[in-house]
């Protein structure tokens, strides 16, 4: 199973702030840019690169609480797990969206491999992090908001060894948020 | 004075591991990269840029661990201060390249622009943080080596405020390093 990650940060790094809000991700940068080339900075093209989503637990509480309507549901009708150890169902807004589970990566990844999923699109930090320290994730997209956030939940925890990344990618937009591309290289 | 950062990390944000050292900044990226174009990826251009520079002591000491030749020392002839409330001198190998201070640092701006300097390099990830919780410093260009740490000591430190980036640029050099840079907006 290839496995990408698609994430937005500050330019320091973190995800959400202490409180596990992202409203400075959608105040940042410069409103009145010229979006025109690349309006959704590259999400719907990665979007359609994938075909199952592995998403954590706060992750997935982030995006309930925004009450998305069909027409803002970002995922179409694509594949999503939830990783969790302490619930068992999704809230009642996320029941037809997603499925729970609870167990070792490895296992659900062959379990999806056998449901013939190829692609999978790894959501949230500690998701993230858990998969990076299984040396699972194969590429990751990082789309950094020009705001410094000065503390809150960062991007990466604690790796059990360092990691060397290849094949760089950058771009700056218009709206000043700068988009970085790397494949990861565990050997 | 304005003042610039010129700084590398990880691609996790850390400026060393958590025991200080840097050795996996020299031997992160891919070594047979063809620089040719831009070897030192603008540091030279930057150093021709400013005319002191100001660093923490944490900084100071681990240039003064490398026990550089003359010929290795990368800051050529420029004044260079360095903050301590502890340290009134500096190791014997810098003692005649660096200056000890010790109070305020809009003082010590204002004392530096007295004797003529305009444009200081303001290095070490405490120092940058004071700085920028001054809302002193113009203008970062930050380095980013292609490995993830997974732990150590982080460019950014706890801020008072969010901060606004702007004018962001970015490059993804042949040796797999990126370079963002952004001016900074404190309004």
């Known amino acids: 199973m290839k496995c990408s990650v698609y994430i937005a940060t500050s330019a320091d790094g973190y995800i959400a702030t202490i409180d596990g809000a992202v409203d400075w991700l959608h105040s940042a940068g410069n409103p009145e840019a010229d979006m025109v080339e690349n309006p959704d900075m590259g999400f719907g093209a990665f979007m359609a690169s994938v075909d199952c989503m592995i998403m954590g637990r706060k992750c ?4 309930s ?7 803002q549901w970002p995922y179409g009708d ?16 996320l029941k037809d969206k997603v499925e729970m589970f609870s167990g070792d990566i490895v296992d659900l990844l062959k379990e999806l491999e056998n449901k013939g999923f190829n692609q999978a699109y790894i959501d949230g930090g500690t998701t993230i992090t858990s998969f990076l320290n299984h040396s699972l994730i194969d590429e990751m997209t990082i789309t950094r908001a020009p705001v ?6 960062p991007l990466f925890g604690q790796l059990d060894n360092q990691i060397k990344l290849v094949n760089s990618e950058a771009v700056a937009f218009p709206n000043d948020f700068i988009q970085v591309k790397y494949k990861v290289n565990y050997l």
Chains 1, 2 share one sequence.
Not at 78 to 91: A, E, F, M
């Open 60 to 63: 997935m509480e982030t995006i």
């Open 65 to 71: 609480g925004m009450n998305l309507s069909p027409e």
């Open 78 to 93: 694509i594949h999503i797990v939830v990783l969790s150890n302490t619930l068992t169902t999704p809230p009642e807004n």
């Open 148 to 153: 410094l956030l000065g503390g809150g939940i």
